[in-house]
């Protein structure tokens, strides 16, 4: 290396002035001095003229610091200008580094990625999907705070600034870039940076995949420096920065820091997530994700991880369509990742989070290779996990049998579960037919006690009287609840996947462009109202008032037209089909004997309420 010099040479020099022949002295000193010269005449001149093969050599350097910590600042002090020889670039550069997977643009200021573009996904303007948002970056940038992915993280500020403003000198092992700066994977790029006594090397390695491996060391004057390698400022759908963007506003994109240590799970939304905290545990993985993408760090030494969240808070117009609307907060979230010993190396799994590729990465095992847990865990369905999964995979196991799309899948699955519903809507009929049929006593009982106050404890006795009837004559007052019951568990079901499941994002179906996005056209909502309005209006409803038979009517399908209407078509479409096959279903249900008996019943006591003639209302019917 350039800066190394051989110590013996300069412990004689120093110490020449005791002997006593001052001939042999001179001698001597004469061939130290002629030595030293020829030594920087024939070493130290042409090293500059062989900087980039040093580059891909000085990777490894970082344990030979640690070896011999002594001459190193010895020699730094004696003779700064050649012991510190400047390696940095003239002009900026761009390296796009590319597979089928991703394209790379990496510039060599701050050896840092200015685009993450996935090639399998795209944004709501059908442009393949760039994980770092520019809008993002910058403004995080000009708050101060680290902008760009692979960036460096330090407890300096102003050595963090030079270290991510620097340009560094790139060295491309493997594929040869072509003219246009293009490096085709597999391969790996080093950037290198030194001056001034402040020597940064970074590498990153590229395969097939969706993860990379990377290699930071950072030292000052000799002595490592804790650098973290950071993903600053979130990733993915973050198109509410863009105000040509095609997302409604009110769906702002969340962000969340996940995390395992010793194979423990867990994840944090945006709001609990603090800003500039360090975390020294031993992580598995520490990701930042969004709902269907991730950027997840895997240390090769979990025992030395340090973790640090970044947390920034941007101003975003409440309208994405207009600039000047009213700001609001949008969470922006980051994540840092080093080795407590100053040379970090790790892996980095940049890309969507489905359930196939995610199962394939493991962090690293107590083994030292990739047999921990796997990043699957990413993908998180809440507390509706126990029936969102299997939901997931039913859905996904019928586009594998032929199914055409997610749509359809979804159709289809929403059809064979209503059926499988049948019995239960069958068991709620004759349960509504046995209510009916009481119903004469259940009034006699009521007729008893309706002079009491609500507070009244004979009230109990009334309720007692009650059960006790509905017991005798097998009556189930909830059986009529029992088909809405089961549904809604999948109701949230289906929201869950619809939100977690990088598949259905982008999903269209007809003129549903997104069934993760609600129906542009607000048709599905619209159809909701009116067939669950035809479905509630044709049901016989046993001991309720007319009044508020109508009211419940008008009163369910508004509500949940309303909450379809901003939520997942996907949700729309689900809720629908469902409302077709129940409509379906009651029809034939009142046309049988059950339904037949259920609204002559229903007739006759209208009829009673009026003081008119049952006979009479019977005819009509």
Same mark, same amino acid.
């Given at each position: 290396?350039?800066?190394?010099?051989?110590? !013996?040479?300069?412990?004689?020099?120093s110490g020449?002035?005791?002997?006593?022949?001052?001939?042999?002295t001179?001698?001597?000193?004469?061939?130290?001095?002629?030595?030293?010269l020829?030594?920087?005449?024939?070493? !130290?001149?042409?090293?500059?003229?062989?900087?980039?093969?040093a580059?891909?050599?000085?990777?490894?350097?970082?344990?030979?610091?640690?070896?011999?910590?002594?001459?190193?600042?010895?020699?730094?002090?004696?003779?700064?200008?050649?012991?510190t020889?400047?390696?940095?670039?003239?002009?900026?550069?761009?390296?796009?580094?590319?597979?089928?997977?991703?394209?790379?643009?990496?510039?060599?200021?701050?050896?840092?990625?200015?685009?993450?573009?996935?090639?399998?996904?795209?944004d709501?303007a059908?442009?393949?999907?760039d994980?770092?948002?520019?809008?993002?970056?910058?403004?995080v940038?000009?708050?101060?705070?680290?902008?760009?992915?692979?960036?460096?993280?330090t407890?300096?500020?102003?050595?963090?600034s030079?270290?991510n403003?620097?340009?560094y000198q790139?060295?491309?092992?493997?594929?040869?870039p072509t003219?246009?700066?293009?490096?085709?994977?597999?391969a790996?790029i080093?950037?290198?940076?030194?001056?001034?006594?402040?020597?940064?090397?970074?590498?990153?390695?590229?395969?097939?995949?969706?993860?990379?491996?990377?290699?930071a060391?950072?030292?000052q !004057?000799?002595?490592?420096?804790?650098?973290?390698?950071?993903?600053?400022?979130?990733?993915?759908?973050?198109?509410?920065?863009?105000?040509?963007?095609?997302?409604?506003?009110?769906?702002r994109t969340?962000?969340?820091?996940?995390?395992?240590?010793?194979?423990?799970?867990?994840s944090?939304?945006?709001?609990?997530?603090?800003?500039n905290?360090?975390?020294?545990e031993?992580?598995?993985?520490?990701?930042?994700?969004?709902?269907?993408?991730a950027?997840?760090?895997?240390?090769?030494?979990?025992?030395?991880?340090?973790?640090?969240?970044?947390?920034?808070?941007?101003?975003?117009?409440?309208d994405?369509s207009?600039p000047n609307?009213?700001?609001?907060?949008t969470?922006?979230?980051?994540?840092?990742?080093g080795?407590?010993?100053?040379?970090?190396?790790?892996?980095?799994?940049?890309?969507?989070?489905?359930?196939?590729?995610?199962?394939?990465?493991?962090?690293?095992?107590?083994?030292?290779?990739?047999?921990?847990?796997?990043?699957?865990?990413?993908?998180?369905?809440?507390w509706?996990?126990?029936?969102?999964n299997?939901?997931?995979?039913?859905?996904?196991?019928?586009?594998?049998?032929?199914?055409?799309?997610?749509g359809?899948?979804?159709?289809?699955?929403?059809?064979?579960?209503n059926?499988?519903?049948l019995?239960?809507?069958?068991?709620?009929t004759?349960?509504?037919?046995?209510?009916?049929?009481?119903?004469?006593?259940?009034?006699?009982?009521k007729k008893?006690?309706?002079?009491?106050?609500?507070n009244?404890?004979?009230?109990?006795?009334?309720?007692a009287?009650?059960?006790?009837?509905?017991?005798?004559e097998?009556v189930?007052?909830?059986?009529?609840?029992?088909?809405?019951?089961?549904?809604?568990?999948?109701?949230?079901?289906?929201?869950?996947?619809?939100?977690?499941?990088?598949?259905?994002?982008?999903?269209?179906?007809?003129?549903?462009?997104?069934?993760?996005q609600?129906?542009?056209?607000?048709?599905?909502?619209?159809f909701?109202?009116?067939?669950?309005?035809?479905?509630?209006?044709?049901?016989?409803?046993?001991?309720?008032?007319p009044?508020?038979?109508?009211?419940?009517?008008?009163?369910?399908?508004v509500?949940f037209?309303?909450?379809?209407?901003?939520y997942?078509?996907g949700?729309?479409?689900?809720?629908?089909?469902?409302?077709?096959?129940?409509?379906?279903?009651?029809?034939g249900?009142?046309?049988?004997?059950w339904?037949?008996e259920m609204?002559a019943?229903?007739?006759?006591?209208?009829a009673?309420k009026?003081g008119?003639?049952?006979k009479?209302?019977?005819g009509?019917?």
């Amino acid at each position: 290396m350039p800066e190394v010099h051989n110590p !013996n040479l300069q412990s004689q020099g120093s110490g020449g002035g005791g002997g006593g022949d001052m001939r042999s002295t001179m001698a001597f000193m004469l061939v130290v001095l002629a030595a030293f010269l020829g030594y920087q005449y024939f070493f !130290n001149k042409p090293k500059p003229e062989e900087q980039p093969p040093a580059v891909t050599q000085t990777q490894p350097a970082a344990p030979a610091a640690q070896a011999a910590p002594g001459p190193a600042p010895t020699t730094a002090t004696a003779q700064p200008p050649s012991a510190t020889p400047q390696i940095a670039a003239s002009i900026e550069t761009v390296t796009t580094v590319e597979n089928e997977l991703f394209k790379i643009e990496f510039t060599n200021r701050g050896a840092q990625v200015q685009h993450w573009i996935l090639k399998k996904y795209f944004d709501s303007a059908g442009k393949p999907l760039d994980l770092v948002q520019p809008q993002a970056a910058a403004h995080v940038e000009a708050a101060g705070h680290l902008g760009l992915p692979l960036s460096l993280f330090t407890y300096d500020s102003a050595l963090t600034s030079q270290l991510n403003q620097a340009l560094y000198q790139v060295t491309v092992t493997g594929a040869q870039p072509t003219a246009t700066g293009l490096v085709v994977a597999p391969a790996s790029i080093t950037f290198h940076y030194v001056s001034n006594g402040l020597d940064a090397i970074k590498t990153f390695r590229f395969d097939s995949s969706y993860v990379i491996t990377v290699e930071a060391a950072v030292k000052q !004057n000799g002595a490592p420096v804790r650098a973290l390698v950071a993903w600053p400022a979130g990733l993915g759908d973050m198109e509410e920065f863009q105000h040509s963007s095609m997302i409604p506003s009110r769906n702002r994109t969340p962000s969340f820091f996940a995390w395992s240590i010793d194979g423990k799970q867990d994840s944090q939304t945006a709001a609990k997530v603090s800003g500039n905290n360090t975390l020294d545990e031993p992580y598995q993985y520490a990701a930042v994700t969004d709902l269907y993408f991730a950027s997840a760090f895997l240390p090769d030494a979990p025992d030395r991880t340090s973790v640090v969240t970044l947390h920034n808070s941007v101003e975003l117009p409440g309208d994405a369509s207009d600039p000047n609307s009213k700001k609001t907060h949008t969470e922006v979230l980051g994540v840092a990742v080093g080795d407590t010993s100053g040379y970090t190396r790790l892996r980095l799994f940049v890309g969507p989070k489905a359930t196939d590729v995610l199962r394939s990465v493991h962090a690293t095992g107590a083994d030292g290779k990739p047999s921990g847990p796997s990043l699957e865990s990413l993908i998180q369905y809440g507390w509706m996990t126990i029936i969102a999964n299997p939901l997931y995979l039913a859905l996904r196991f019928m586009l594998r049998i032929g199914i055409p799309n997610w749509g359809w899948a979804i159709i289809v699955f929403t059809a064979l579960f209503n059926l499988a519903l049948l019995p239960t809507r069958l068991m709620m009929t004759k349960s509504s037919l046995k209510m009916m049929r009481i119903q004469p006593k259940v009034d006699a009982i009521k007729k008893r006690y309706a002079n009491l106050k609500m507070n009244d404890p004979k009230r109990n006795e009334m309720n007692a009287e009650m059960m006790a009837l509905y017991k005798t004559e097998g009556v189930n007052m909830y059986g009529g609840c029992l088909p809405m019951l089961l549904q809604m568990p999948f109701f949230f079901a289906y929201f869950r996947v619809l939100q977690n499941a990088v598949e259905l994002r982008q999903a269209h179906w007809y003129w549903l462009p997104d069934l993760s996005q609600p129906d542009p056209s607000h048709i599905l909502p619209i159809f909701v109202i009116i067939t669950m309005f035809f479905t509630q209006y044709i049901t016989p409803s046993p001991g309720m008032d007319p009044a508020q038979r109508r009211m419940m009517a008008f009163m369910m399908p508004v509500f949940f037209g309303y909450i379809l209407w901003q939520y997942p078509s996907g949700l729309a479409l689900y809720w629908g089909t469902g409302n077709i096959i129940m409509l379906a279903m009651q029809i034939g249900i009142n046309r049988s004997h059950w339904g037949k008996e259920m609204h002559a019943i229903a007739d006759r006591r209208a009829a009673k309420k009026l003081g008119g003639n049952p006979k009479t209302v019977q005819g009509k019917r």
